[in-house]
């Protein structure tokens, strides 16, 4: 697997470079800024690129808006945006295209090499990537009406693992459970909240997730 990594901190870029580079993921550039980030992928076609959400000039939102670029112009690419904060509303623009192929975590989590390096392999197969702390904000605010006031502790342990990107079978194994059991459960899900069951995974978790948002 290729990736660049885009982040205007050279130390946490060396440090990540490093960390994948020992997991076995060849780094094959990195950037300080979105335009330079722009210019890395068009020129070296990364399976995956790593994107902290604030970077220069203004320290806002460079990154998601770069990220955006990439999932337009390079849809190949898979994109793995870093926050230092649980940022509902750009996790939720990042997904908001209901495609594949793209993640959101805390930079917290990157200090775990399995768990970044499983999370690049997801993106770069198409899947989602939702970091837990923003699954589980996003299952445990409350609203009137509450979407998921029909949701049984079960079904909401479930949905919480289909953001984050699980198969049935892996979601099955996390819960000790059977898949059939999964499936159905999943179905039941989708039912409660008026969504279309069908075997698209992606479309499906990011529906969940959008519909969550409000």
Known sequence: MRTVIADDTALLRQGLARLLAEAGIDVCGEAGDGESLLQLVEREQPDVAIVD???PPTHSDEGLVAAAVIRTRFPHVGVLVLSQYVEPAYALRLVSDQQGGCGY???????NAAELVDALERVAAGELVVDRELVDLLLTQRRD?????????REREVLALMAEGFADRAIAERLWIATNTVETHVRHILHKLALPCDDAKN????????????
């Not at 009406?145 to 502790?153: A, H, M, V, Y």
């Not at 479309?203 to 409000?214: C, D, E, F, N, P």
Request: hydrophobic share 40%; no cysteine; charged share 30%.
């Open 53 to 55: 959400i604030r970077m």
């Open 105 to 111: 975590l805390l930079k917290d989590r990157v200090t």
């Open 203 to 214: 479309r499906r978790v990011q529906a969940v997730l959008i519909h969550l948002s409000g």
């Open 145 to 153: 009406p509450d979407p998921l006031g029909d949701l049984t502790e």
